[in-house]
C-alpha cells in the first residue's frame, strides 16, 4: 500500500516530488509555476466544497492554501512517502504536519487532492456530508490528517508532543505546525510555546496563517497581538515572510528545516479569500459560503469554465468509509513489571501507583520509550521517586496545564508509553476539553488524578473534583479505573500501562486500609488479577447490596458490620470499573431487593445514576438508593466533610435500615 501511495503521489507531483525534504536549494521558476497552478486549482476546489456543501470556510481556506500546498509537496509527511531520502540515515522516519485552525479543512482537503492523497471526487461529493470521513474540520479517518482538530489554540502543543516523542523514539522527524492568528489568543498557545523553548525542540517548526481576520473582524479590533515580539521573547526564532511567495516560502522553511537549535515560527502574511476579488480581506467569508452567483464569479475569476464549475459526482458520500488511525504503540509490548502486595496497614493509593510507575520504568528501560508528565505537582501526586531514578523521563510542564494535557495525547500517540499524573482538578476539570480531543484522537494517555473528592479535605470546595465519573463517562472510548486500596492501585496501574486507548486512573488524598478478606487475608494480594469491567463482592449478603469504590469501600465494610448488630445481612460491592458495569454481579445484587450506592462523588452524575440506569434498562424489580454529595465541601476532615453531606458510616446503615422498614439504633456519625 505505501508503495502505491509513493507512486501515486510521485505522478501527481511529477518533478515536484523531488522536493521532498527540503533537499532542492530554492524553487525553480518552474517549480514555483506549477505550484501556482495547483494553488489556483486548489482554490477552485475550495469554493466548490463549500458552495455544495453550503456550509464553511472558504475565507481562511483560501489563504492558508499556498501555505499547505508547499508544506504538502516539500515535507516527508504523506502518508506514501514514509521513504528516507537519506540513506546513511538509519533513524529517519516521516515528518508531521499539524493543522491547528481545523476550520480552514477545505484547504487541507484540497491540497491533499493536489498531492494526490485523496479523491477529489470523494471529497467534493463528501465535504461535511454525514458518512463521509471529510468532515467540516479534520478528522483522523482522513489520510495525512494527523490529529483531530478545530478546538483553537492546541495545535502548537500537539506539536510538541509529536516533536518530543520523535525525540524520544530516536526518529530524525521533523514536525510544522499551521495555526491562525486569531488563536494567538489562546493562553494554551503560549504555554507550548514556552515548553518548546525550555526543550529546545528543533524540530518544531510553526507557520502562522496572518491574514488579520477572524469571525467577528479585523485581529487589530478585536484582541490586538504582538506576536513577532511575544515569540521572540519566548525563545523562538521568528521570521516574517509573504505567505503567498511560493519562492520566499520555500526559502525560509527550508532553512529551519535543516537546523536543530530550538523552535522557529515563520509569520507568513497572507490575504483572507485570496484569489477571489469580492472576498478579499473581507472577514464575512471566514464562515459564509457563496451564493450560486457569488460562486459562478469565484470560478471565473479562478479561471475554471462553466462546465467545471457545475460539474457534480456521481459518487455517494454513504459509500464512503470512514476509518480512524490507531496509535503506534500496542500495549501488548509493555512489560508489567513485578506487582507488590501490601500485607496490612493503611497506604495511600497515589504511593502505591507511584511505586508501580518506578517499577514499570525499571521493567521497560530500553524496550519503551517512557514519558511522565508533571505540572510541579510531583511530590503530591507521588511520580518524585521515578523523577529521582529516571530523571529524564520525568517532563516537567510548569503550571501549564492545558499544553500538558494536549502535548501528553499527542505523546502516547507517537508511540511513548505516556503518564499524565496531577490533581483531578486540573488534570480533569480544567482541562476537560483537552482530554476530550486526547479521547477523540483516540490517545492510549494514561491519566491519573489524584485528590478526588471530599476526600481532599482541608483544601475546601475548590480542589475537590466533585465529577471525576460523570466527566470521564461523557469521553466514549475512555476506561475509568478506581482503586479501593493499594493492592488495588498498584494491580490497575500496572493494567493501564498495557491497555489501549485513554485510561483514566482515579484515586483519593488519604491512606486507606488495605482490604481484607474476613479471614484476614489481603482481598486484592498476590493472587489477585485485575480485569477490567469485573466487580468484586468483598461481603456477601442477602438483605441487601452496597455499591461503592474507591475511598467509601472501607466505610461500607464497617457499615455492613454495624448492620449485622441490627440482623441485617449486607453485601459489599465494590464496582472499580464504574463504566463497564458487571452484568452478573449487578444481578446477583438485585436479587437481594434494596441496592444502595455509595460514593464521594456527585449524587447526580456518578456510580449511582449509572447502575440507576443500568438496572431500569434491564427492567428489574429491585430499589435503588443513592448516597453522593449533593453539594460543593468545605474545608475540615474527609470524615467531617462525609457527614456534613450525609454520607457518613452511620449515616450508611441509617439508610439501609429506613428502606428495610428497620429503625435505626445508631448514632448520627
Given amino acids: ?263 522557529a515560527v515563520v509569520l507568513a502574511r497572507t490575504v483572507m479569500g485570496k484569489g477571489v476579488s469580492f472576498m478579499e480581506d473581507r472577514s464575512l467569508y471566514h464562515g459564509k459560503p457563496l451564493k450560486a452567483e457569488e460562486y459562478e464569479r469565484g470560478m471565473c475569476e479562478l479561471g475554471a469554465d462553466s462546465e467545471e464549475s ?42 502505591a501507583f507511584g511505586r508501580a510507575l518506578l517499577d514499570l520504568a525499571v521493567a521497560n528501560a530500553g524496550r519503551v520509550p517512557l514519558a511522565v508528565l508533571d505540572c510541579d505537582l510531583a511530590d503530591s501526586v507521588r511520580t518524585a521517586e521515578l523523577a529521582n531514578a529516571f530523571p529524564e523521563n520525568l517532563i516537567q510542564c510548569g503550571i501549564a496545564e492545558h499544553n500538558a494535557a494536549t502535548l501528553a495525547g499527542a505523546l502516547a500517540r507517537m508511540g511513548v508509553l505516556t503518564f499524565f499524573a496531577d490533581f483531578a482538578v486540573f488534570g480533569l476539570n480544567e482541562t476537560y476539553n483537552q482530554q476530550r480531543m486526547n479521547d477523540i484522537n483516540r490517545s492510549p494517555l494514561k491519566l491519573v488524578v489524584t485528590h478526588c473528592g471530599l476526600d481532599v479535605g482541608e483544601d475546601g470546595k475548590t480542589h475537590q473534583c466533585m465529577d471525576y465519573i460523570g466527566a470521564t463517562a461523557s469521553w466514549y472510548h475512555a476506561k475509568l479505573l478506581i482503586p479501593a486500596d493499594a493492592n488495588q492501585a498498584d494491580r490497575m496501574t500496572r493494567y493501564a500501562a498495557q491497555a489501549p486507548g485513554l485510561v483514566v486512573l482515579a484515586m483519593g488524598r488519604s491512606k486507606l486500609p488495605v482490604l481484607l478478606r474476613e479471614e484476614g487475608t489481603p482481598f486484592f494480594g498476590a493472587d489477585y488479577r485485575f480485569a477490567y469491567g469485573a466487580a468484586d463482592w468483598l461481603r456477601q449478603g442477602s438483605d441487601c447490596a452496597i455499591m461503592t469504590c474507591g475511598t467509601m469501600v472501607h466505610r461500607a465494610i464497617a457499615a455492613r458490620e454495624s448492620l449485622r448488630a441490627h440482623g441485617v445481612s449486607a453485601g459489599v460491592l465494590n464496582i472499580g470499573t464504574p463504566l463497564a458495569l ?88
Fill in 1 to 263: 500500500m505505501e508503495h502505491m501511495n509513493r507512486r501515486r503521489a510521485s505522478s501527481v507531483l511529477g518533478p515536484l516530488a523531488l522536493l521532498r525534504g527540503f533537499r532542492e536549494e530554492a524553487l525553480s521558476e518552474l517549480e514555483q509555476g506549477a505550484l501556482r497552478r495547483m494553488a489556483q486549482a486548489a482554490r477552485r476546489d475550495i469554493l466548490t466544497m463549500c458552495y455544495r456543501a453550503g456550509s464553511g470556510h472558504p475565507g481562511g481556506s483560501l489563504s492558508s492554501i499556498d501555505i499547505l500546498l508547499l508544506l504538502w509537496t516539500c515535507m516527508r509527511a504523506a502518508p506514501g512517502s514514509t521513504f528516507n531520502p537519506h540513506p546513511s540515515s538509519i533513524n529517519v522516519s516521516r515528518d508531521r504536519i499539524v493543522l491547528s485552525h481545523g476550520h480552514v479543512a477545505a484547504g487541507l482537503y484540497a491540497a491533499l487532492i493536489q498531492v494526490g492523497e485523496v479523491s477529489r471526487e470523494d471529497v467534493l461529493s463528501g465535504f461535511r456530508r454525514a458518512g463521509s470521513p471529510f468532515e467540516g474540520h479534520p478528522a483522523l479517518s482522513v489520510p495525512g490528517v494527523e490529529w483531530s482538530s478545530g478546538n483553537l489554540g492546541q495545535g502548537l502543543s500537539v506539536g510538541c508532543g509529536f516533536a518530543l516523542g520523535a525525540h524520544l523514539r530516536g526518529e530524525e522527524a521533523h514536525v510544522t505546525v499551521v495555526m491562525g492568528d486569531g488563536e494567538q489568543q489562546k493562553g494554551q498557545v503560549h504555554e507550548a510555546a514556552r515548553f518548546a523553548s525550555k526543550y529546545r525542540l528543533g524540530s518544531l517548526v510553526a507557520i502562522i496563517d496572518c491574514n488579520g481576520l477572524q469571525a467577528m473582524g479585523p485581529i487589530a479590533e478585536v484582541m490586538p497581538l504582538r506576536m513577532a515580539e511575544e515569540y521572540a521573547a519566548l525563545g523562538w526564532k521568528v521570521a516574517e515572510v509573504d505567505g503567498h511567495d511560493f519562492g520566499a516560502l520555500y526559502e525560509v522553511l527550508r532553512g529551519y528545516y535543516h537546523r536543530k537549535d530550538g523552535p
Fill in 582 to 669: 458487571d452484568d452478573a454481579k449487578l444481578e446477583e445484587a438485585m436479587r437481594t431487593g434494596l441496592i444502595v450506592t455509595y460514593e464521594d462523588h456527585n449524587v447526580r452524575t456518578g456510580l449511582g445514576v449509572l447502575v440507576g440506569a443500568f438496572i431500569a434498562r434491564q427492567a428489574w424489580g429491585c430499589r435503588v438508593i443513592c448516597l453522593g454529595a449533593t453539594d460543593y465541601g468545605d474545608s475540615g476532615s474527609p470524615d467531617d466533610l462525609y457527614a456534613r453531606q450525609g454520607l457518613g458510616v452511620n449515616d450508611l446503615v441509617r439508610a439501609v435500615l429506613t428502606n428495610l422498614a428497620l429503625q435505626p439504633t445508631c448514632e448520627p456519625g
Fill in 310 to 351: 457545475e460539474a457534480d459526482t456521481n459518487q455517494s458520500a454513504a459509500s464512503l468509509e470512514c476509518t480512524a488511525a490507531e496509535p503506534e504503540l500496542a500495549g501488548s509490548v509493555i512489560a508489567p513489571g513485578q506487582p507488590q502486595s501490601y500485607a496490612a496497614g493503611w497506604v495511600e493509593c497515589r504511593s
